[in-house]
């Protein structure tokens, strides 16, 4: 026990103390506050001491310090984060959308018990070389992956550009093993997965993260579709986490003046204290423009969407974003590591700030929650609409989330979908253009066999909500009373699999079409099938061809109006 305390909560002030001398923290936090941190890391110091000299065991002091420093930058907020040399791919991942690797998404397939090539990347190694999804790999170089983590996997297939490393397959539909020997490159994923036309003239950009060169790839997508006509525009900031801040300026430069400011820095230092001006000239500064936003939309995303909604230059479509108002900033440490630490707040345009989550103000237990909307501040728009800060983006128009039938978790995770689409795309050199592809009825009855040959099993909502009110029944005595009926209603929902994949054939069909497309046509092929049925780009749309509504939308007496049904229920979901 004593031995968990010391890996998971002592360590973290060791960092501070290899890196920094203690007289680093004397000075304007006052003589009370400089006394407190010499005494705690004395006191810490002393700890190290006694356990390395006298604890029964030796600790692995990589590991532990490692988890002491995670530990302290936890009670902090999760974007402080600690990259040690050996990790520093990561953060330039994270930053530069580059690392150096075979350029392909894997997973972990439960019933191989290794992992798989889920997606390669065209016109990088792992593509050229001529690996599909589906692929399971046995061993890289010399070493078996039986049981071996994804993250463990794709950091053995990460490595220095151009050294090479050998890949032992074994491919569905074949007995023999293959060997693909494969040169590392500079691996660059394109932050605009896909552009192109949805309805008419109204072009639609996918955004999928600001790492660096967003603006222009994203500038090029938008010049591009002027080109060939387009009069409206949809930028798709879903599932967005965001990126570097001065993208998003950029981003936003396209579409509104030079000398615009769109973005204010507030830090504990003077120097995070800056105002980012767009410093361009704009393409277009009159194209309608929808921006379609959901709760996984953060930071940079955040800032494009917050930004264009408080210059009443775009509508904003979708359910509440995340709510990340904090900026990082990258710090060089000892070693070869860096810390990236949250140095700021940012304000958008209209002076808000819509950090969502309170991490100075913990509860009693350490947790952290919303700040309610009680507690938030009423700001203006450009033309004098009523926004909010403290809550992520609220858009101009909600649109309800679709629920997801529960069984689909399980195909999924149960890798049933993935497995169909393999087998199905063996011996197929090419599909139906993604417009014209579906899933046809005897291929879904295919795929039905496959999943009752595979004794597939799974939990269902009903069942679980009923075996829960049984127990409440009994915790207040109505038991007995009630038995006939809950016996009658056992029977009804009693499993029944035919009846599930039939009734929601619909959903598990759009996401067979998906896997299936994506191995032909990548994530543009991807990003086509899913607009097929998309709820939010429906309503964007149709915004988009009212131009009356669009600039009702943009007036001072617009206030939020729900196209679909907006709910508490649905606030708690997400």
Known sequence: MKRNYIRNGLFFLAFLLLGSTLSSFTGKDGDDRSFTLKKNMRIFNSIVREVETFYVDTMDVDKSFQSGINAFLMQLDPYTNYFSEDNMGDLKYMTTGKYGGIGSIV???????????????PGLPAAKAGLKAGDVIMKIDTIDLKNVSVSDVSEQLKGEVGTKLTLVIKRPGEKELRTFSIK????KISPVPYHGFVRDSIGYISLSGFTKDAAKILKLAFVELKQKGAKSLILDLRNNGGGLINEAIDIVNLFVPKGKEIVATKGKIKQWDQKYITNNHPIDTTIPITILVNSSTASASEIVSGSLQDLD??????RRTYGKGLVQSTRSLPYGGS???TIAKYYIPSGRCIQAIDYKHRNKDGSVGRIPDSLTTVFHTANGREVR???????DTLVQQEQLPNILFYLVRDNLIFDFATQYCIGRDKIAPVEQFEVTDSMYQQFKKTVKSADFTYDRQSEKILTQLKKVAKFEGYEKGAAK???ALEKKLTHNLDHDLDYFSKDIKRLIATEIVKRYYYQAGSAIESLKHDSDLEVAVAILKDSTLYQQMLAPTHKTIPLQED????EEEE
């Open 107 to 121: 997973s972990y397939h439960k019933k191989e018990e290794r992992v798989v090539i889920n997606e390669p990347y």
């Open 184 to 187: 590392r490159a500079s691996i």
């Open 313 to 318: 230059r775009a509508v904003v479509v979708g």
């Open 339 to 341: 810390l990236k630490v």
């Open 389 to 395: 800060d403290g809550g992520g983006i609220l858009p």
């Open 485 to 487: 009926e809950f016996a």
């Open 567 to 570: 709910t508490e229920e649905e």
